[in-house]
């Protein structure tokens, strides 16, 4: 018969941690995971700040004028989401203004790998700097399944079809009722004349009028979608 002793049943010793332990370990085992997530965050930090922040401030220290002992987060303020087209990136400039505005924004645009950017200047009092924006340009191509495009279209007035959209988003329509009832298009062959038509037409009928379209040359590229029954 196993006996009981302070080792425990058969003389297997058990070690057990004691009650005042407890908290000391459950202390520590927190500390442990808090610090491998704090790990992984500074991890990103660090990646970005060696591929995105450091090589583009090293380029342009000497260009602007800036002491090698300054930090780059001091003067180039390089957010983590600046390549969305939304995003800005504010770059502060000495006072003197003894730089060439076209290298730094040349070598701004190589290191961050940029295009298509603006950049506005404020060389006025003592708050001197460069603010770099991406140019907000219309959309090369607009499609019925794209984010958004049905929101826009079922908000859109029946007389004021949508016809396009323009930089950041603008809206491009004509008020047939309180503008006027005519639409001139002028563009040369293959501008895309007869796809402005086909999608006020298809508004139109998505709104219960009637369509008709006069084509003296070929209404065939107007008309083929509606022959086939496609009228969304």
């Known amino acids: 018969m196993p006996q009981s002793g302070p080792f425990g049943p058969c003389g297997r010793t058990e070690t057990?941690?004691?009650?005042?332990?407890?908290?000391?370990?459950?202390?520590?085992?927190?500390?442990?995971?808090?610090?491998?997530?704090?790990?992984?965050?500074?991890?990103?930090?660090?990646?970005?700040?060696?591929?995105?922040v450091r090589p583009p401030a090293r380029a342009l220290a000497k260009p602007l004028?800036?002491?090698?002992?300054?930090?780059?987060?001091?003067?180039?303020?390089?957010?983590?989401?600046?390549?969305?087209?939304?995003?800005?990136?504010?770059?502060?400039?000495?006072?003197?203004?003894?730089?060439?505005?076209?290298?730094?924004?040349?070598?701004?645009?190589?290191?961050?790998?940029?295009?298509?950017?603006s950049f506005t200047w404020r060389r006025v009092g003592k708050d001197t700097h460069v603010i770099v924006r991406k140019r907000q340009t219309p959309p090369r191509m607009l499609r019925l399944s794209d984010p958004?495009?049905?929101?826009?279209?079922?908000?859109m007035p029946e007389s004021a079809p949508l016809i396009a959209l323009g930089a950041g988003k603008k809206m491009v329509s004509v008020d047939l009722d309180a503008d006027s009832p005519h639409v001139l298009i002028s563009a040369g062959s293959g501008g895309g004349k007869s796809t402005i038509l086909r999608t006020i037409c298809c508004q139109f009928i998505h709104s219960g009028a009637h369509t008709f379209v006069l084509d003296?040359?070929?209404?065939?590229?107007?008309?083929?979608?509606?022959?086939?029954?496609?009228e969304s």
């Open 65 to 117: 004028g800036m002491s090698e002992l300054t930090g780059p987060r001091r003067y180039l303020h390089t957010p983590r989401n600046f390549s969305d087209d939304d995003a800005e990136i504010p770059i502060d400039a000495p006072g003197h203004l003894r730089f060439n505005e076209d290298l730094v924004a040349d070598l701004v645009v190589k290191k961050l790998a940029l295009e298509n950017v």
């Open 148 to 155: 958004g495009v049905r929101e826009i279209l079922a908000k």
């Open 216 to 230: 003296y040359n070929d209404p065939g590229p107007v008309l083929r979608d509606f022959d086939q029954g496609d």
């Open 16 to 52: 057990r941690p004691s009650p005042r332990w407890r908290p000391a370990i459950g202390a520590a085992s927190t500390l442990a995971v808090g610090g491998v997530a704090y790990g992984l965050l500074t991890r990103k930090r660090r990646e970005f700040m060696r591929e995105w």
